[in-house]
T-cell receptor, first 115, second 113 residues
Framework: GENVEQHPSTLSVQEGDSAVIKCTYS??????FPWYKQELGKGPQLIID?????GEKKDQRIAVTLNKTAKHFSLHITETQPEDSAVYFC??????????????FGKGTKLSVKP | DSGVTQTPKHLITATGQRVTLRCSPR?????VYWYQQSLDQGLQFLIQ???????AKGNILERFSAQQFPDLHSELNLSSLELGDSALYFC????????????FGPGTRLLVL
């Protein structure tokens, strides 16, 4: 089945710097890649997603890039702010068999933004 | 606020017991997904329902079962509970059944003593 690896597990940056989180997936049939932010005591919140027909997507300070050949995708946060501190999860979704909807998650990256 | 509600917020019970977790999806969403989040296993997909029918199954134990009712709310039943079942259980919902954006609820924290 699909496997998603996420790095790094922890990331500490200074306010205003950029943060990059990388994920790799194993199944080339995966074609939907969302990123979630989870704050303490809350459920995961979708921040951006990308589908396999697109190489890059941007939303203000957040961008995601996808390299289907290499089977990896990355989250880029620019001009980080203390409120960006949270755990970030990448995920992948297959589109065949009985797995059209469910997400396979990476282990998460704890981002700390120091003021 | 995602619009997905889950009850209860916290649940403490003993080994061997049975509990029911409840989820109400966002208005208009037909799919409900259940995920388990634990420190060692991370976020794992359990099961998906779409418009009352089971759609996909993940790493769900035989002791666990779920259903989606005509009003589209869903319940996750956990029986013969073990210490290792202690975890956060999240429900998510989406409009359709295939690779739609999933919106997560606030979760139910289950502690089995």
């Amino acid at each position: 089945g699909e496997n998603v690896e996420q790095h790094p597990s922890t990331l500490s940056v200074q306010e205003g710097d950029s943060a990059v989180i990388k994920c790799t997936y194993s199944d080339s049939a995966s074609n939907y890649f969302p990123w979630y932010k989870q704050e303490l005591g809350k459920g995961p919140q979708l921040i951006i997603d990308i589908r396999s027909n697109v190489g890059e997507k941007k939303d203000q300070r957040i961008a995601v890039t996808l390299n289907k050949t290499a089977k990896h995708f990355s989250l880029h946060i620019t001009e980080t702010q203390p409120e960006d501190s949270a755990v970030y999860f990448c995920a992948a979704s297959l589109n065949y068999g009985g797995s059209q909807g469910n997400l396979i998650f990476g282990k998460g990256t704890k981002l700390s933004v120091k003021p | 606020d995602s619009g997905v509600t889950q009850t209860p917020k916290h649940l403490i019970t003993a080994t061997g017991q049975r509990v029911t977790l409840r989820c109400s999806p966002r208005s208009g969403d037909l799919s409900v997904y259940w995920y388990q989040q634990s420190l060692d296993q991370g976020l794992q997909f359990l099961i998906q329902y779409y418009n009352g029918e089971e759609r996909a199954k993940g790493n769900i134990l035989e002791r666990f079962s779920a259903q989606q009712f005509p009003d589209l709310h869903s319940e996750l039943n956990l029986s013969s509970l073990e210490l290792g079942d202690s975890a956060l259980y999240f429900c998510a919902s989406s409009v359709g059944s295939d690779q739609e954006t999933q919106y997560f609820g606030p979760g139910t924290r289950l502690l089995v003593l």
